[in-house]
């Protein structure tokens, strides 16, 4: 069935509007939509949780594809593990159904509090250019819509993405995969081991729906890294 629309949803740090070459790039039917996530551009001042949100989101958008990346596959995982019924197709994008064990959570979330705190101590700017500076997103081009999008964001917006919606913060939903019962596409950059890994077992755990893809060329960020080859693996999923 096609979806209502397709909604796309952003990584950490970024913005709705970041995903504009793979939306041009797209040959889906239905309408796509980019929101910008809590703490992050136009809404930099919200502050709800990845459970808020993903509930927000599905009543917002309903029935759609659901295409999320890194922070935002996590959002996207919580759309369909809470709200089924609102998601037709599911694409997880260099993301993670969370951190299992409660000790390596919290140290995940003291770490990300711990930066927070320093994004709001250095400022926006100095932070962004320390962040994506980061070996993750070597393959990463600096391009004007890159830093035009990032630079939308706020320091206290970023900081407070990450004390009420970090990795730290999420229960894991590795025991709710096999109840996912619509299509599903894992995808992870061949550069990205970890990632590789977590996508590998996410497409296992769920089960015969599921497919996983390894972007060849491409790191963590393999939507802005090879937009049209992304969009290519999203045209062919949705049809």
């Known amino acids: 069935m096609i979806p209502r ?57 309903g029935y759609s594809a659901w295409v999320g990346y890194s922070m935002g596959g996590r959002f996207a995982l919580h759309v369909a593990t ?27 979330r003291a770490a990300d509090h711990q930066l927070a705190r320093h994004i709001r101590d250095v400022g926006v700017s100095p932070f962004l250019a320390e962040w994506t500076s980061q070996p993750m997103f070597a393959g990463l081009k600096r391009t004007p819509l890159d830093l035009e999008v990032r630079a939308e964001n706020t320091a206290e917006g970023l900081a407070s993405s990450l004390e009420t919606c970090g990795a730290g913060e999420q229960s894991p939903l590795w025991e709710l995969l096999p109840t996912l019962k619509m299509p599903v596409l894992v ?15 996410m497409a296992s755990s769920i089960g015969s729906n599921a497919e996983f893809v390894v972007a060849e060329g491409a790191g963590h960020a393999v939507p802005f890294e090879r937009p049209q080859a992304f969009a290519d693996l999203v045209n062919d999923f949705l049809r």
Not at 44 to 60: G, P, V
Not at 191 to 200: N, V, Y
């Open 187 to 201: 995808v992870a950059g061949a550069r990205d081991e970890k990632f590789c890994q977590l996508g590998e077992r």
């Open 5 to 61: 629309r397709v909604v796309l949803l952003h990584g950490f740090t970024q913005g709705g509007g970041i995903w504009i070459p793979v939306m041009e790039a797209m040959t889906t039917r239905a309408p796509v939509d980019a929101p910008d996530l809590p703490g992050h551009g136009s809404a930099s001042s919200q502050t709800t949780n990845l459970i808020d949100t993903s509930d927000e989101l599905a009543l917002r958008f």
């Open 82 to 108: 809470r709200h089924p019924d609102a998601v037709s197709h599911l694409v997880l994008c260099s993301t993670t159904a969370g951190i299992e064990h409660d000790d390596e959570r919290a140290a995940r």
